[in-house]
């Protein structure tokens, strides 16, 4: 039996997150002591981290922001470019980039010089394709390569600071420890940064992929890392994150949202604008777990007071996993898959215990193509966890 959180609309099918006694999901534990945070203390400490990084002369950088072009790295540039410091900007060209994603990347550009890894397409299509089978996730060597790509930058030019966006884990939930950090690390990366469990190293002798073909996506070493004196932090930690207002004030910088429709398989039309098959990546999450983006939106949209809990079930209900047709044309195009490839690589990671099934266990679909949950009515969102 699925269980939903009392406040929010998030399934306890999403890994690693835990209730209390009263029902309540740990990312609205979170939300709601964000509220009790002392932020000008937060500010102060920010303050203080800049103090620290500023160059005194102008021989380098001050700090690294990685960047998709999407709204919170605007963000991260923005607030760093105000607060004094000289970024350098650093880019991991996603899968398959959108015309709207290349002009919010040139756009950003307008707070620091940007430097961009156009990598090698054909071993990182392998990746794709080989973390798509195997982990159902098609972003995996993206995920790598966002994560890791910037601290080899961070290494090579001796840039120590680098200002990451949101901690997912205070946004989204997740692990107690995991909420509380204001530093990436390799550890936070291993465990939290969406590896599912494979590693780089597993990618040798995929379809001939070699060592050397992955130097972009090995992280440093310890020891370089010591020597370099590299220090990764949550902007998320300084300052009190939300997302639609950020978009907002984005926009007066330039930052351009989706004019012509929402974004596949939610209700917003702000984010993953850069990357055309991410809606494959956020349906492997439904398929797996049963929630899909327009949840993830409207849990934070409840959290931040935006919304009443009843208006985000109807949106969860309206947009929620819907099969993502023009993403998956991409993705296909893309990889060059069969769709009848594509579609059983996706049953093998359907649970069968969220949607209904055929006699010989295969996910039944509507009309649409969409799958079927066994709770169909919603009814479940009235329960809340603590009462069954
Ligand atoms: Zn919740």
């Known amino acids: 039996m699925v269980r939903y959180c009392s406040t929010c609309v998030m399934p306890d099918t999403k890994p690693d997150l835990s209730f209390d006694e009263k029902g309540v999901c740990d990312a609205c534990l979170s939300a709601a002591a964000k509220k009790t945070i002392n932020w000008q203390e937060r500010e102060a400490e920010f303050k203080k981290l800049v103090e620290r990084f500023k160059r005194k002369d102008s021989s380098n950088y001050d700090c690294i922001i990685p960047v998709s072009g999407g709204k919170d790295s605007h963000y991260q540039a923005y607030i760093a470019r105000k607060s004094g410091l000289n970024p350098l900007l650093v880019h991991f060209e996603p899968t398959m980039r959108t ?11 307008r707070f620091g010089d940007m430097l961009e890894l156009k990598k090698n397409p054909n071993v990182y299509k392998k990746m794709v394709i080989e973390g798509f089978r195997r982990v159902g996730d098609n972003e995996w060597p993206n995920h790598i390569g966002i994560f890791t790509f910037p601290i080899r930058v961070a290494v090579a030019y001796k840039i120590p600071l ?21 530093t990436l690390d390799r550890r ?4 939290f940064g969406g590896l599912l469990g ?5 990618m040798v002798g995929v379809e001939g992929i070699s060592e050397q073909d992955l130097i972009p996506y090995q992280y440093p070493t310890d020891e370089e890392l010591q020597v370099a004196g590299i220090t990764g932090v949550f902007l998320g930690y300084y300052k009190k994150w939300d997302a639609r207002s950020q978009t907002e004030l984005m926009q007066k910088n330039g930052f351009s949202i989706k004019e012509d429709g929402l974004v596949e398989g939610t209700y917003t039309n702000y984010e993953n604008l850069d990357e055309a098959t991410v809606g494959v990546h956020d349906y492997l999450k439904f398929v797996k777990f049963g929630f899909g983006r327009a949840t993830d939106h409207a849990c934070l949209d409840i959290r931040n007071g935006r919304m009443a809990r009843e208006e985000g079930v109807a949106l969860v209900k309206k947009y929620d996993g819907k099969l993502p047709k023009i993403s998956i044309a991409d993705f296909l195009a893309y990889s060059s898959m069969s769709r009848k490839e594509f579609d ?12 209904m ?8 679909r509507d009309n649409d193509g969409n799958l079927i949950k066994k709770y169909q009515d919603y009814s479940i969102f009235t329960q809340s966890a603590a009462q069954s």
């Not at 494979?198 to 597993?202: F, I």
């Not at 099934?357 to 039944?364: F, I, M, N, R």
């Open 198 to 202: 494979l590693r780089v190293e597993d």
């Open 357 to 364: 099934t055929d006699e010989h266990g295969s996910p039944l």
């Open 99 to 109: 015309e709207l994603g290349l002009k919010n990347l040139e756009n950003i550009r």
């Open 344 to 355: 059983s690589v996706m049953d093998s990671f359907t649970d069968k215990a969220i949607f």
């Open 162 to 182: 680098i200002i990451w966006g949101e901690n997912s884990q205070l946004e989204y939930g997740g692990p107690k420890a995991s909420r509380m950090k204001n």
């Open 188 to 191: 936070w990366l291993e465990e």
